[in-house]
């Protein structure tokens, strides 16, 4: 099936904030007798899913980060018992904890999903020995498919990292970015324009980017306006902002840039 794909790719969403990655690490308990009363609710539609063949043409692997069983069921729960999640057809479940700690971080757990190896806390792209592991999106590649990787922080922090680099720390952030540039990836659209210019080892990876042939933009008024070829967008110097101060529609906006980009007819 893998053969037919012709994009893979990979959207990363932080939907409460873009340092939810971190904070969770000194979060403190909340007033757990406070009850959270729905006020303003959406219609869910419905969507006929009339597919030709069983075979889909391209996969966008979408990642809300943090979100597990409990935080979707928060949603329906908000959103009076129903969320466009009910279009999906099948569902399936992961097991991404860590390695070595029974809550994973956004290193491991990323690392789970794109490769379905779990490792310790902090790690990218490699195993609980420190072995790089092949993720989806690097073996798409090698079929000759197209990819992406579009994310609503910095490009290289944990979660999209790990469908890139292959790092011992997910704090390696100037070698993370460097990892771009050891792959073939059509399109990728995030925050982290500091890791990829003005960096301590003299580097300027936006010029080398430009070098293998990126268009390297760094606003999506720009972004919107490419048709094809291969697409780095540095959209703020570390995370975007998170909603509603970013708006919704960039996301939008970000999924046909990347469809159009990989040279594909995308489906969702």
């Not at 308990?29 to 009339?50: L, W």
């Not at 860590?98 to 690392?111: L, M, V």
């Not at 999506?220 to 540095?234: C, F, N, P, Q, Y």
């Amino acid at each position: 099936m893998l053969k037919k794909l012709k994009l893979i790719t990979i959207f990363l969403v932080f939907g409460i904030t873009v340092f939810a990655q971190d904070q969770y690490l000194t979060a403190k308990s909340e007033d757990t007798e406070k009850t959270y009363i729905s006020k303003d609710t959406y219609k869910v539609k419905e969507f006929p899913q009339n597919f030709n063949t069983e075979k889909p043409k391209n996969i966008i692997l979408l990642i809300g980060d943090g979100m597990g069983v409990s935080q979707v069921f928060a949603g329906l729960t908000a959103n009076k018992g129903h969320l466009f999640l009910d279009n999906f057809k099948y569902i399936g479940f992961s097991k991404t904890q860590s390695a070595d700690n029974y809550i994973t971080d956004s290193a491991a757990g990323g690392t789970a999903l794109s490769s379905g190896v779990k490792t310790y806390n902090g790690a990218i792209g490699v195993d609980a020995n420190g072995q790089t592991v092949p993720n989806i999106r690097e073996l798409a590649e090698l079929k000759g498919l197209k990819t992406g990787l579009v994310s609503t922080s910095a490009i290289n922090h944990a979660t999209p990292a790990s469908f890139i680099a292959h790092q011992s720390s997910r704090g390696n952030y100037d070698e993370i970015a460097a990892d771009f540039l050891k792959t073939n990836i059509d399109v990728f659209i995030g925050g982290g324009q500091k890791f990829f210019e003005g960096r301590k080892d003299g580097r300027n990876l936006s010029q080398e980017l430009k070098d293998k042939g990126y268009q390297v933009l760094y606003t999506m008024d720009e972004i919107s306006k490419v048709k094809s070829g291969k697409l780095a967008g540095l959209t703020a110097q570390e995370h975007n902002p998170p909603m509603p101060d970013r708006g919704e529609p960039v996301i939008g906006v970000w999924r046909s840039r990347a469809r159009r980009c990989a040279g594909a007819r995308g489906t969702g």
